[in-house]
């Protein structure tokens, strides 16, 4: 069965500063997709970035990019230069041709004034 | 342009009643899924419609179903409610392939007593 583990639950980072989100995950098949979704304080939950398995070019998104490691399935994301409104849940989930969806976790990025 | 619309808002029940959801895709979607998130937890698959079908389940017991309409809105039904059925409950809607991201809805929380 395939399964997303996000580690951090909670992480800071001052503003403007970088910070990295861990995300491993595990599945047998080749042929995947993962995503980083973020949900703000009761707000919606949106998308953030897509990282197809297939290509071996890290997704890059502004100032969200992810290092997307397939042989150690692990996929991070990195947000560059965060600002107050990056604050929030941000959930690694996976998906494939079976159409479920495994979400992490989750882990809370607070930033820091 | 609208986009995933839930209702309720909020619900309270108790034990033993059943609660219908309700959920209209973003316009031009045709894919329904629901999700169980418990507070502090990422989200749980609970199914996802397509074509008026359940197209794929997740581990969820059959007190929950669903329906999806020729308009591709989206109800979801629990019967025998439980303390545990407690949660926010998201819709979310895509464009058939697997690897189309979701669009989320604000949720209806329940409550169960």
Redesign the interface.
């Known amino acids: 069965a395939q399964t997303?583990t996000?580690s951090q639950p909670e992480m800071s980072v001052q503003e403007a500063e970088t910070v990295t989100l861990s995300c491993t995950y595990d599945t047998s098949e080749s042929d995947y997709?993962l995503?980083w979704?973020k949900q703000p304080p009761s707000?919606?939950?949106?998308?953030v970035i897509?990282q197809?398995a297939y290509k071996q070019q890290n997704a890059t998104e502004n100032r969200f990019s992810v290092n997307f490691q397939k042989a150690a399935k692990s996929f991070s994301l990195k947000i560059s230069d965060s600002q107050l409104g990056d604050a929030a849940m941000y959930?690694c989930a996976y998906?494939?041709?079976?159409?479920?969806?495994?979400?992490?976790?989750?882990t809370r990025l607070k930033v820091l004034a | 342009d609208a986009g995933v619309t839930q209702s309720p808002t909020h619900l309270i029940k108790t034990r033993g009643q059943q609660v219908t959801l309700r959920c209209s895709p973003k316009s031009g979607h045709d894919t329904v899924s629901w999700y169980q998130q418990a507070l502090g937890q990422g989200p749980q698959f609970i199914f996802q419609y397509y074509e008026e079908e359940e197209r794929q389940r997740g581990n969820f017991p059959d007190r929950f179903s669903g329906h999806q309409f020729p308009n591709y809105s989206s109800e979801l039904n629990v019967n025998a409610l439980l303390l545990g059925d407690s949660a926010l409950y998201l819709c979310a809607s895509s464009l058939g392939q697997y690897y189309q991201p979701q669009h989320f809805g604000d949720g209806t929380r329940l409550s169960i007593l």
């Open positions: 997303v996000q997709y995503f979704y707000r919606q939950m949106i998308l897509r197809e959930f998906t494939s041709g079976t159409y479920k969806y495994i979400f992490g976790t989750g």
